[in-house]
């Protein structure tokens, strides 16, 4: 494997370990402030960022490469709000789509077609992942971020009703 992208592949674990932390976090914080439906919402994005760092690895152990999985920092434990802490997720997703781009390019350039397949999956799957997150924005943005707006928003999460939501979203680690 080219060691340019062995590189990159094992340094974009640390996105996806760093997301899946801090959407953990994210959760917590939610549930503290009875913002059940999205302290759900959160888990599950925990889990599937979990679940994208395992492709890779995967994917890396099958081809008998070296993984290695990078130091994670301390997540934070405060946000400002529901809203704040949604954009703080858009942003991350932002982060992780850049990261997938570039190890596609690489990808390319190496002619490596089992990572090319890889990383379109990933492609599809940030797609979706950032529409969610945008999502959800847009229903706070119309609904308000706080009070009986908030909590219809909440509910639309909980029951997994959300108009404008992807179906895949928080099912994506699973393909
Ligand atoms: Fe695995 Fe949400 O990026």
Same mark, same amino acid.
């Given at each position: 494997?080219?060691?340019?992208?062995?590189?990159?592949?094992?340094?974009?674990?640390? *996105?996806?370990?760093?997301?899946?932390?801090?959407?953990?976090?994210?959760?917590?914080?939610?549930?503290?402030?009875?913002?059940?439906?999205?302290?759900?919402?959160?888990?599950?994005?925990?889990?599937?960022?979990?679940? $994208?760092?395992?492709?890779?690895?995967?994917?890396?152990?099958?081809?008998?490469?070296?993984?290695?999985?990078?130091?994670?920092?301390?997540?934070?434990?405060?946000? !400002?709000?529901?809203?704040? *802490?949604?954009? $703080?997720?858009? !942003?991350?997703?932002? +982060?992780?789509?850049?990261?997938?781009?570039?190890?596609?390019?690489?990808? !390319? +350039?190496?002619?490596?077609?089992?990572?090319?397949?890889?990383?379109?999956?990933?492609?599809?799957?940030?797609?979706?992942?950032?529409?969610?997150?945008?999502?959800?924005?847009?229903?706070?943005?119309?609904?308000?971020?706080?009070?009986?707006?908030?909590?219809?928003?909440?509910?639309?999460?909980?029951?997994?009703?959300?108009?404008?939501?992807?179906?895949?979203?928080?099912?994506?680690?699973?393909?």
């Amino acid at each position: 494997m080219n060691a340019k992208l062995l590189k990159g592949m094992n340094d974009h674990l640390k *996105l996806e370990f760093k997301a899946s932390h801090e959407y953990r976090a994210m959760s917590a914080w939610l549930a503290t402030h009875d913002l059940t439906g999205f302290a759900t919402w959160m888990t599950q994005q925990s889990s599937d960022e979990l679940l $994208h760092a395992q492709k890779f690895i995967d994917h890396l152990v099958e081809r008998d490469q070296k993984v290695e999985l990078p130091a994670i920092a301390q997540p934070p434990s405060e946000w !400002e709000s529901a809203e704040a *802490l949604c954009r $703080h997720v858009l !942003e991350n997703e932002q +982060a992780v789509t850049a990261s997938i781009e570039e190890l596609y390019v690489m990808a !390319e +350039a190496a002619k490596d077609r089992p990572a090319i397949v890889l990383l379109q999956w990933f492609v599809n799957e940030q797609m979706e992942e950032e529409a969610a997150v945008r999502a959800i924005l847009g229903r706070i943005r119309l609904g308000g971020t706080t009070g009986v707006g908030l909590l219809m928003i909440d509910q639309e999460l909980a029951t997994n009703s959300m108009p404008g939501m992807p179906s895949a979203a928080g099912t994506g680690g699973a393909a």
